[in-house]
T-cell receptor, first 111, second 116 residues
Framework: AQSVTQLGSHVSVSEGALVLLRCNYS??????LFWYVQYPNQGLQLLLK??????LVKGINGFEAEFKKSETSFHLTKPSAHMSDAAEYFC?????????FGTGTSLTVIP | GAVVSQHPSRVICKSGTSVKIECRSL??????MFWYRQFPKQSLMLMAT?????????EQGVEKDKFLINHASLTLSTLTVTSAHPEDSSFYIC????????????FGQGTRLTVV
């Protein structure tokens, strides 16, 4: 089975600073990888996904992630944090039509 | 992208009653839908996979008789929490995929269930 590890359950950054949320996966086959954002009491919104095309994936709201097979990583970054980025972020890997989620990282943006 | 609508967004019910949550794919047909449960500050836990026209597949530890799933059409799956208790209070989220070999899941807005 697939698994996903998100290092750091809480990350705080200053407004305008770099955002880096870490995700490592384990997979025996080339994975499909996703980052989702969740605002309080809402469902999940897709930020970006990797489906074996370009290793650097650009998503919405200025986020991007790089697939590194050698490191089995898919870290999420954003050059400059905005207050509206404060939310819960989930990394996920899919196998067939089943998703496996990381435990989530709560991002706080400090004014 | 495809839209999945979940209803209601919030529900409060008395202990012992049953609650039905609906998950609809609005602009596509979903042969498979998924039901997740999310505890506060935790990740999503897959409860069951709902297949149109057949019985749902439940994850280990999820009570089938407690969480009834019906997927009667290609656009609607329902989750009924039967004889609800306070420990069933949680955030429930459904998702649906466009294809069997899934490259993306579309999530509903979630339902906050509070059992009093």
């Amino acid at each position: 089975a697939q698994s996903v590890t998100q290092l750091g359950s809480h990350v705080s950054v200053s407004e305008g600073a770099l955002v880096l949320l870490r995700c490592n996966y384990s997979s025996s086959v080339p994975p499909y990888l996703f980052w989702y954002v969740q605002y309080p009491n809402q469902g999940l919104q897709l930020l970006l996904k990797y489906t074996s095309a370009a290793t650097l994936v650009k998503g919405i709201n200025g986020f991007e992630a790089e697939f590194k097979k050698s490191e089995t990583s898919f870290h999420l970054t954003k050059p400059s944090a905005h207050m509206s980025d404060a939310a819960e972020y989930f990394c996920a890997v899919s196998e067939g039509n089943q998703f496996y989620f990381g435990t989530g990282t709560s991002l706080t943006v400090i004014p | 992208g495809a839209v999945v609508s979940q209803h209601p967004s919030r529900v409060i019910c008395k202990s012992g009653t049953s609650v039905k949550i609906e998950c609809r794919s609005l602009d596509f047909q979903a042969t498979t839908m998924f039901w997740y449960r999310q505890f506060p500050k935790q990740s999503l836990m897959l409860m069951a996979t709902s297949n149109e026209g057949s019985k749902a597949t439940y994850e280990q530890g999820v009570e089938k008789d407690k969480f009834l799933i019906n997927h009667a059409s290609l656009t609607l799956s329902t989750l009924t929490v039967t004889s609800a208790h306070p420990e069933d209070s949680s955030f429930y989220i459904c998702s649906a995929s466009l294809h069997i070999s899934n490259t993306e899941a579309f999530f509903g807005q979630g339902t906050r269930l509070t059992v009093v």
